[in-house]
């Protein structure tokens, strides 16, 4: 799928579709083991797709963001997945009750008397004990009717938290597409981490039994500043981190990591001792040679096989050498 | 989760008998709870099988595993999706034919397996004692109480998973492969008993002598139980003979005893939809060893049924005696479920061999050891053919405290009398126990019930015949099954001969 704004909106208008089907999915699900999910819960999990979409087209036509998407479209693909799950669980009566086998014996109960009435004829009925003529099915009503009001979602965490969580996307992508501010915190990353202790710290007075306010988990809030902070100690790290290859130890390089010649030149550059990756070049390709023939899709690597070590200094005359011997091979790995 | 959670909230199908009476449903109890009713209860509870322990029938029909789980969108178009777990199945057994052998076995410890033999249909089959399906299915500590009893084993289906010593009743098997082999004719004289050469020992019929004496054929031999006769026939014909008609039977036959496979379960012996039911239902593979490594001296004792020839279950006796019973001289498959064509197990014997064979088992009904017993049967104007059966079996002492058999430890010792080592042995009573058996079918004309009836002996040293014991259940099973309607030509239902379509089932190599 290609980085477009309007590809991640159709993707975002059919996870609402998707949703939609969930939603009456587990709504039709419930009825039929005899309680009712709420409506007005329902309606308030879907309504949150507007303020999403807003912000996408916020996001896009006002704040001009021409960056990629798939990080945010991922981000609410889950959101709609633990949307719909919580939905699921918390109106099923079995998973909030205190007595779950007696909760599921319920709609255990319910669910055979449906079938009974849909499938078993007057002569089998009789012998249950039951009225010859079952019931008309739009006679059927729940067992357990939902008791969530429209004041319960007004006022309910589910509903501001997700809110509250918008706002703050919006008012940090404002805040971090200014220069600025990422000055800011750069410089102040330390601190920024430090401040991770406040809401820890809060986290130990206020939670309770795991829970912290609106039954979240207490240090949900504790990773706004750490990751803050340790963005900034990234950037302001980063060249450090760069000459080490960020971190990844050079073996890894030369068999996980083999894109191409740029790559190979870059470890060179990159890493102060290249000779092992090198050394597990030539072994690393004559396994691909051995079984692999059509490597057409590297094409980087043909582009450079004239220049593969022209940049190397003393990893040079064994590259050069491996580049001329095998300048076919690695033509047929590009 | 899924299917755990299916099953639990899944009706299972309902179980009617031949008849079209429920024999397991559902009922809407006064809490207005829906509890699975069975209305027969323990007179079905080996065929049923619970939640707990190896499956029965219960499990074996309605397995979660046998139909598809219902998807999202059949949920969404309120769509009934039509699973083997929630489908009706109708059995042969006959719910007033299972109740007369339950009253039949009242008391006794014992089994009886009734067959229709040329359809295959299982009519009854019950083991007692038996246990409360209610009750274990409400109480988990019932069952654990149950398979802790090892004196009483309710839990134990007789009729298909106990082995007992035949008896007279393996001569059936001797006079069938005499038949097949054209030594139907073999006479012998009897009087003074059969010794055969090196084996130390003179065998003589039950009252010490002979009871058919003098030059006697396989008629009165059979019709006379004589030991002799049968001794010397089972010599005469050989262990490959033997084997031969055994696997016929589907018996196995092992040339060596310490072989691998007997006892196996033998689940391919039904003719079924499913191999959940066979499973359900499989018997334990009666055995004998016979082949050409059998010698003189133990064909000597497996002529009439003892030896090597101990491992009989009620179910395979009950398949013995339909081959005679079978009109055309075929071993039906059994089967248990209504509505599937009749299967062929094998051809044992031409169909004019059958008939002279009924023709002999009557006249242990009619003259032989089972006159007696069978006396009512005849008042009522009903034929039928027969063989009667003691056999004596060593039973394991039990400890009263511990339930389980009594051990003794032996002390091993070499000549000079020093201790080598020991061991553990069980320990029976002096005295054997008499089990009783009578293998019967009826009527003589057109037989539509073949049956095995076991009982074991009350406690060791205690006199049971099968003449005395166990025939009179028989003839008051034909009796019933008269009154029943199924010797009347209307009365008899789905008696259609094999289908031609059938073919023998070939047998594996053992």
Known sequence: MRNRFSSHLLVLLALVAIEVVGYYAIHRAAMIRGYETSVIGAARDLLMYFPIIVMALWVSAFKKFKGNWVLFTTAILLFSIGLLVQYRLYSDPEYNARNKAAARQEKTDTLRMRYINQNYDAAKRQVMGLPATPPPVEQEAPVKESNYTLGNALTSSYTWIPVFSLIAFALAFAFCVNDSFLSWIQRNSFIVVLLTLIPLGIAIVSSSAGKAVGNTTPWEPAKVPFLLGFAGILTARYKDLARTYWGIPPFLCAEGLWPDADLQRGLCNVVSRCRAPLAATPGFRWLSLSGDLNFGHRRTAARHSGEVSADSDHCAPRSARFAVSHSTAISSLA | ?510
């Open chain 2, 1 to 510: 989760m899924r299917n755990r959670r299916l099953s639990e909230s899944t009706l299972r199908g309902w179980i009617y008998d031949r008849k079209g009476r429920p024999l397991a449903y559902y009922r809407k109890n006064n809490s207005g709870e829906i509890d699975r009713e069975y209305p027969m209860d323990s007179a079905l509870a080996h065929i049923f099988g619970t939640d707990r322990g190896e499956p029965g029938l219960e499990r074996a029909l309605f397995g979660t595993e046998s139909g598809a789980v219902t998807e999202v969108w059949q949920i969404i178009k309120g769509q009934t999706v039509e699973q083997k777990l929630n489908k009706d199945y109708s059995l042969t057994i006959d719910q007033d034919l299972q109740q007369a052998v339950v009253d039949q076995l009242k008391g006794n410890h014992g089994a009886v397996v009734i067959f229709n033999p040329q359809t295959g249909e299982v009519l009854a089959m019950y083991s007692n004692p038996s246990y409360s399906l209610k009750q274990v299915q409400d109480d988990e500590s019932a069952w654990i109480k149950l398979d802790n009893d090892r004196k009483e084993r309710p839990l134990l289906n007789r009729a298909l998973n106990e082995y007992y010593v035949p008896g007279s009743t393996f001569k059936t098997l001797m006079m069938y492969t005499a038949f097949r082999n054209g030594m139907q004719n073999t006479r012998f004289n009897t009087a003074g008993g059969f010794s055969p050469p090196g084996c130390g020992r003179t065998i003589t019929d039950d009252n010490g002598g002979c009871e058919a004496c003098g030059d006697i054929g396989i008629d009165s031999a059979y019709q006379h139980s004589s030991n002799i006769y049968f001794s010397y026939l089972g010599t005469q014909l050989g262990g490959v003979k033997i084997r031969d008609t055994a696997k016929l039977v589907g018996l196995g036959a092992y040339d060596s005893v310490s072989g691998e496979g007997q006892g196996r379960r033998e689940p391919e012996i039904w003719n079924a939809s499913s191999k959940a039911i066979q499973n359900a239902i499989a018997p334990t593979e009666s055995w004998l060893k016979a082949g050409p490594h059998s010698t003189r001296c133990e064909l000597m004792y497996e002529g009439y049924g003892q030896g090597y020839a101990s491992q009989m279950t009620p179910f395979q006796m009950a398949m013995l005696i339909s081959v005679a019973a079978n009109l055309d001289g075929r071993l039906m498959k059994p089967k248990i479920e209504m509505g599937r064509a009749p299967e062929m197990f094998s051809q044992v014997l031409t169909r004019d061999q059958a008939q002279t064979i009924r023709g002999i088992m009557n006249m242990v009904t009619e003259g032989g050891t089972g006159t007696s017993a069978m006396a009512p049967v005849i008042a009522a104007g009903i034929r039928s053919g027969g063989k009667t059966g003691t056999a004596q079996k060593d039973v394991p002492v039990i400890d009263p405290k511990t339930g389980e058999p009594m051990k003794k430890i032996v002390i091993e010792k070499d000549p000079k009398g020093k201790i080598i080592g020991q061991h553990q042995e069980t320990v029976f009573y002096d005295k054997k126990r008499s089990d009783a058996w009578y293998l019967s079918f009826a009527p003589l004309e057109k037989p539509v019930m073949a049956m095995a009836v076991l009982l074991e002996g009350p406690g060791p040293g205690i006199s049971f015949y099968g003449g005395k014991n166990a025939a009179p259940i028989a003839a008051q099973l034909i009796l019933k099954a008269n009154a029943l309607g199924y010797f009347g030509a209307a009365g008899i239902p789905n008696n259609q001969p094999a289908s031609p379509r059938t073919s023998p089932t070939p047998r594996r190599n053992r």
